[in-house]
């Protein structure tokens, strides 16, 4: 079956920091790729999507991630966080399979920013 | 554009009760979802719809039934409901066409079952 593996359940950092937060998927055909963030007591927002072209992408707020085909991964980075990173973070992925629009959450890694 | 609306954002039922949850996006999409978010386990398909008149199970579909008679209302319904379903529901719409389609997601709905 399709999954997806976020690793790191939870991480806490200190303002400054670098963030690099793991994602695997399991599924060897075409993929959409994307990074949604939830802010405590808010609805889930995406931080940027890959769909093809320059495995690098960029998002809002200074976060970009790589995808790297090779090694089934989508990892997201930022080089600085701050305290409002505090957020839960969901990689999800949607495999092309003609027909069908069905995205694979994560489980979610939920960092703290301490200030 | 108000986006992807939840009625209610908050319920308390009774093991048994039945409810409806509606799902209103004003974005002309034609992909629509309901997931349940539980801790530590991210976000679960319940069931989705690729079009109005269409619906089809995902991951998680056992105790809940949908509907989508309007192409902007995606309705999540609990014949009977149960403490397990006691969760956050979310409700997502996507355009459904060619490139990344992305999600937009609703603000959610907390379901506590006594």
């Known amino acids: 079956a399709q999954s997806v593996s976020q690793h790191n359940h939870h991480v806490i950092l200190s303002e400054a920091a670098s963030l690099e937060l793991g994602c695997n998927y399991s599924?060897?055909?075409?993929?959409?790729l994307f990074w949604y963030v939830q802010y405590p007591g808010q609805h889930l927002q995406l931080l940027l999507k890959?769909?093809?072209?320059?495995?690098l992408v960029k998002g809002i707020k200074g976060f970009e991630a790589e995808f790297i085909k090779s090694k089934f991964s989508f990892n997201l980075r930022k080089p600085s966080v701050q305290w409002s990173d505090t957020a839960e973070y969901f990689c999800a992925v949607m495999p092309l399979v003609s027909g069908t629009y069905k995205y694979i959450f994560g489980t979610g890694t939920r960092l703290k920013v301490l200030a | 554009n108000a986006g992807v609306t939840q009625t209610p954002k908050f319920r308390v039922l009774k093991t048994g009760q039945s409810m409806t949850l509606l799902c209103a996006q004003d974005m002309n999409h034609e992909y629509m979802y309901w997931y349940r978010q539980d801790p530590g386990m991210g976000l679960r398909l319940i069931h989705y719809s690729v079009g109005e008149g269409t619906t089809a199970k995902g991951e998680v579909p056992d105790g809940y039934n949908v509907s989508r008679l309007k192409k902007q209302n995606f309705l999540l319904g609990l014949e009977s409901a149960a403490p397990s379903q006691t969760s956050v529901y979310f409700c997502?719409?996507?355009?459904?066409?060619?490139?990344?389609?992305?999600?937009?997601f609703g603000p959610g709905t907390r379901l506590t079952v006594t």
């Open positions: 890959y769909f093809s072209g320059d495995p």
């Open positions: 599924y060897g055909g075409t993929v959409n």
């Open positions: 997502a719409s996507s355009y459904g066409g060619p490139g990344p389609n992305e999600q937009y």
